[in-house]
């Protein structure tokens, strides 16, 4: 089955700690996406990657770093940089369209908790 | 600036009835599309519906049907024939070019929560 698998579901940090999210995808897509949310809000784009080798800061990039290496894969490192990391984050992949078409799909999501 | 408006903090409905979902957004492009997602209580965003700024007729995808007023600029969704799996959070969002900018862009609402009585 073609999908996005997040990993962990959950994962715990102490404060000063990197951590790093997983985000991995079968389904070719050139795209893909991470996202913040957290209660009661809507999603806030953190980074994303139109191609491999290549990425860009979203909207609130401070605190966070990536790397895409590999098409399939997308991880998300949230650094002691990050003042409020504690937030549910959502990974999500597209195929890449240039226009407004372009509809992106979500893995699961992984929730941080910073203890 | 694009924004996304979803004003029905939470939603209540009767099993097997009707549900409108509101949506207004706003944006200078020309050029967008508006995306309806379903969030359970899990995590995972669905993705639900799809419509174009072009496209002359409202889109439908089995029990969901986006109600599109261009001039009002709202794209509501609306559920038939609702039931207990319904129950969700459900997130309006729309992908456009910010003013100045080449890249496309999606921003959401701040979602709805929708509760299906039995």
């Known amino acids: 089955d073609g999908g996005i698998t997040q990993s962990p579901k959950y994962l715990f940090r102490k404060e000063g700690q990197n951590v790093t999210l997983s985000c991995e995808q079968n389904?070719?897509?050139?795209?893909m996406y991470w996202y913040r949310q957290d209660p009661g809000q809507g999603l806030r784009l953190i980074y994303y990657?139109?191609?491999?080798?290549?990425?860009q800061k979203g909207d609130i990039a401070e605190g966070y770093s990536v790397s895409r290496e590999k098409k399939e894969s997308f991880p998300l490192t949230v650094t002691s940089a990050q003042k409020n990391p504690t937030a549910f984050y959502l990974c999500?992949?597209?195929?890449?369209?240039?226009?407004?078409?372009?509809?992106?799909?979500f893995g699961p999501g992984t929730r941080l908790t910073v203890l | 600036a694009q924004k996304i408006t979803q004003t029905q903090p939470g939603m209540f409905v009767q099993e097997k009835e009707a549900v409108t979902l509101d949506c207004t957004y706003d944006?200078?492009?020309?050029?967008?599309?508006l995306f309806w997602y379903k969030q359970p209580s899990s995590g995972e965003m669905i993705f639900l519906i799809y419509?174009?700024?072009?496209?002359?007729q409202n889109a439908t995808e089995g029990r969901y049907s986006l109600n599109f007023q261009k001039a009002r600029k709202s794209a509501n969704l609306v559920i038939s024939a609702s039931q207990l799996g319904d129950s969700a959070m459900y997130f309006c969002?729309?992908?456009?070019?910010?003013?100045?900018?080449?890249?496309?862009?999606?921003?959401f609402g701040k979602g709805t929560l929708l509760t299906v009585n039995p």
């Open positions: 999500a992949s597209s195929i890449g369209l240039a226009g407004e078409a372009d509809t992106q799909y």
């Open positions: 389904l070719n897509h050139d795209a």
């Open positions: 990657s139109q191609i491999v080798n290549d990425f």
């Open positions: 944006t200078s492009d020309p050029s967008y599309g």
């Open positions: 419509q174009g700024s072009y496209d002359q």
């Open positions: 969002a729309m992908r456009a070019r910010g003013s100045g900018g080449s890249n496309y862009k999606l921003t």
